[in-house]
């Protein structure tokens, strides 16, 4: 990434991005926390159906090592290209993977429209957010507020996921995670159409340029990078496929080479070493959505193989996080606004290692379920303050031609740490999750978030100071 950029002009910090800008990004950036998250309910339902766990795993695996690929390239192809074309574009995939996926007669074209999905889903955030700079800068507005927006739209389905999900595939099937897609994108294409987002986009004079500019080599090197890494961590469920290793380190290799060298690389990876509150901030993600996703997958899965609970209970028992998720997003992001980043993601790790102590001390297999439902609302807390202050770090140290490719990096961070979460409840729950299992796992979570804790007050990377947002100095294209 380029190290381009200035302080913002004082009407940067005046009023807000309106939110009939943001709040039409927004509605195509819940389409990943919301697959995401309802999957978790219908595992058990597709497993029956098809007779496959393994199967069912790869259905997850597929889409998330998709989207973690995908993110970044969107991202990159949104500044090239223009944001809003890109961000429609993965509608449109949305909305094919869905149907593919609702037809499904086997795992492997369910397989096939889960990476459908995943190339759709992926486009949304990371070209959201270059339309929100483009617009901050354009309008001079501030973009913290609209950024608040997204989290918490964002934040909210994914905690309401489980729940909405559990409903669905309680009342409908599980088909029903898929067929909801598509009234959210039809409602998404016509308000991003209708929106004014501030940047149309460029398109290259010709093909040759256009392969150029997009740095296709480095794409490549990326792809070979993050799906072997990806394959792997699957595989150690099961039959580790070791092989996988060396191919993952040396595309890692000659991706840094290639980036480091290119004219107009994908990803920076100069700018990177440099800019160490990105790097810092890239690191923190992966571990803390190793450690979401470990909640997300482990406790729905206990509710119903050891409380005996149905899809939709589970869901229902889950709901508290949903709502303490909004608000500590919301408060989050005043306390990111006063007091800056440290602050914001210390109250959010010390609310994930409490978080963890908790799922690891109370008998959950004979605790009331009033018990089950407050450990749920402190679980709320560290998911929407440490999002908010991770995603604000972001956007404060990356400029408006460098934000959608970085929070695509973000993502793919969030969807190795959720494969890295398959692999943790593996080793510390097995096959079944009994109380034992998630006993350790609490351990996991919270020894791992006092590492956080001890590394986010002792960092001096916590980016610029509060209410300040690096931009390029360049104006924006139109």
Request: glycine share 12%.
């Amino acid at each position: 990434m380029t190290a381009v950029g200035n302080r913002l002009p004082p009407a940067s910090e005046g009023r807000p991005i309106p939110f009939r800008v943001s709040g039409a990004l927004a509605t195509g950036s819940v389409l990943q926390p919301l697959n995401s998250s309802m999957i978790a309910v219908a595992i058990v339902g597709i497993a029956a159906q098809f007779g496959s766990t393994s199967g069912v795993s790869w259905v997850i695996s597929a889409m998330y090592i998709t989207t973690a690929v995908g993110a970044p390239t969107a991202g990159r192809m949104g500044a090239l290209f223009g944001a809003r074309r890109v961000f429609v574009g993965g509608l449109v995939l949305a909305a094919a993977g869905s149907i593919v996926g609702m037809l499904a007669p086997g795992v492997g074209w369910l397989i096939v429209a889960y990476v459908l999905l995943g190339c759709g889903i992926s486009a949304h955030m990371p070209n959201a957010m270059t339309m929100i700079r483009s617009y901050a800068q354009r309008y001079g507005r501030q973009s913290r507020t609209a950024l608040t927006t997204l989290v918490v739209c964002g934040q909210s389905v994914a905690a309401l996921g489980p729940t909405i999900g559990g409903l669905l595939v309680g009342t409908f099937g599980w088909q029903s995670i898929l067929w909801v897609n598509l009234p959210v994108v039809l409602l998404s294409a016509i308000a991003v159409m209708h929106a004014d987002v501030g940047f149309a986009g460029g398109r290259p004079a010709s093909v040759r340029e256009a392969l150029h500019a997009l740095d296709v080599v480095g794409i490549g090197m990326f792809l070979v990078a993050v799906t072997s890494l990806m394959l792997l961590l699957v595989s150690l469920r099961d039959s580790p496929s070791w092989w996988l290793l060396p191919v993952a380190g040396s595309g890692l290799a000659l991706f840094v080479w290639w980036e480091w060298r290119a004219p107009e690389p994908f990803f920076d990876v100069r700018a990177l070493v440099r800019n160490r509150a990105l790097s810092n901030t890239l690191g923190r993600t992966l571990v803390t959505y190793t450690c979401f996703y470990c909640v997300f997958f482990g406790i729905p899965q206990w509710l119903q193989y050891v409380r005996g609970m149905s899809a939709i209970e589970a869901g229902l028992t889950m709901l508290p996080v949903a709502g303490v998720s909004v608000f500590s997003t919301i408060v989050g992001s005043r306390l990111y606004r006063r007091a800056g980043a440290r602050a914001t993601l210390l109250v959010g790790t010390i609310a994930l290692m409490i978080g963890g102590v908790l799922i690891a001390s109370v008998e959950r297999s004979t605790a009331p379920l009033l018990v089950l439902l407050l450990v749920a609302a402190v679980l709320g807390i560290p998911n929407g303050f440490n999002n908010i202050g991770n995603q604000s770090l972001v956007n404060s140290v990356t400029s408006v031609e460098e934000v959608g490719t970085a929070i695509g990096m973000f993502r793919t961070m969030a969807f190795i740490g959720a494969n890295l979460s398959v692999v943790v409840l593996q080793v510390t729950a097995g096959h079944e999750i009994d109380d034992a299992g998630l006993h350790r796992m609490g351990w996991f979570i919270a020894a791992t978030a006092f590492v956080l804790v001890v590394g986010v007050a002792l960092s001096r990377n916590m980016g610029p100071k509060v209410g300040v947002e690096r931009v390029d100095s360049r104006p924006c294209s139109g």
